[in-house]
């Protein structure tokens, strides 16, 4: 796991696709991959701040994470169980193009039996909106990585709050992303925040259950 996260914090894509299929036939899961993978993204991100690496290196950081879900989707997919299902709104907020942890939000969401509307990146505050009219979900999911997509999500759940009432309940409002924190789910005044997909979704699971079920104390803010 520590060369996977070394291959990738070298940007070396050869290196890590074979030191994934060898894990994977070593019986790794796909869920400790991820995580090695995300901690050599993490270092890739350290190196470009202290300009080692420049844009191109952020790129090939992205291919490298795009090769590594492909070749343990199926296990990430099969590793997962169905439970409360509910529907998803998702997308990356204005301001923003990452675009791998929401796909990989969605995903996840999709193999614990959520329906979910991807509505890409980049997207408006009113656009969610829109969408939460027609499809009255019961989670919005925002992702963003840059820090002026904070002042995006806060915008976005302002909106969504204001309008409530139209929306068939408050709907859950679950940010992500790896710069995310809890002062940031604090200033954006978010139900809760994730930077982990798994435990994302496995905590909108637990809070879809607590709404749907008697009286419950809803979990603290954050990652359980
Ligand atoms: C790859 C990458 C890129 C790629 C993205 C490719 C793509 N298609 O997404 C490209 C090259 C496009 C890119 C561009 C830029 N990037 Co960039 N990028 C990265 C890098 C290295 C990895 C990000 C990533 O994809 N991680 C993998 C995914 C899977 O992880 P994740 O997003 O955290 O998602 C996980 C969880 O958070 C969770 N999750 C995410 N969203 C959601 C939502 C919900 C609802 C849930 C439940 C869960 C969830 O699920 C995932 C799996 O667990 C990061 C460094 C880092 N530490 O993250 C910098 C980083 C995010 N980038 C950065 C910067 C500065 C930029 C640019 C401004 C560079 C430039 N000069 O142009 C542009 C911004 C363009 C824009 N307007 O958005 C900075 C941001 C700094 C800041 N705080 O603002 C970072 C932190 C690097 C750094 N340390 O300086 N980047």
């Known amino acids: 796991m520590e060369r996977i996260t070394a291959a990738v914090a070298a940007l070396d894509y050869t290196s890590t696709l074979r030191l994934v299929n060898e894990a994977l036939g070593r019986g790794e899961t796909a869920v400790d991959i991820v995580r090695a993978t995300l901690a050599g993204l993490q270092v890739v991100g350290e190196r470009y701040e202290r300009q080692e690496i420049f844009l191109s290196g952020l790129i090939m950081a992205g291919e ?15 590793s997962l169980h169905g439970g409360a299902s509910g529907r998803v709104l998702l997308g990356t907020v204005l301001g923003d193009i990452h675009d791998l942890g929401k796909n990989m939000a969605a995903l996840t969401f999709r193999a614990f039996g959520f329906a979910v509307e991807d509505l890409g990146v980049d997207v408006p505050p009113e656009d969610f909106l829109e969408a939460a009219r027609r499809s009255k979900p019961d989670i919005v999911g925002l992702s963003g990585l840059l ?59 637990r809070l879809l259950e607590l709404r749907r079920g008697a009286a419950g104390q809803a979990p603290a803010l954050g990652p359980q």
């Open 147 to 205: 820090t002026l997509a904070f002042d995006s999500m806060r915008d976005t759940v302002a909106l969504i709050r204001k309008h409530g009432a139209e929306l068939g309940g408050a709907p859950l409002i679950v940010i992500g992303g790896a710069t995310i924190d809890e002062h940031v789910a604090r200033y954006v005044a978010a139900d809760h925040w994730t930077t982990d997909a798994m435990e994302g979704v496995r905590l909108c699971q």
């Open 64 to 78: 490298i994470f795009r090769g590594v879900m492909e070749i343990v989707q199926p296990d990430w997919e099969s």
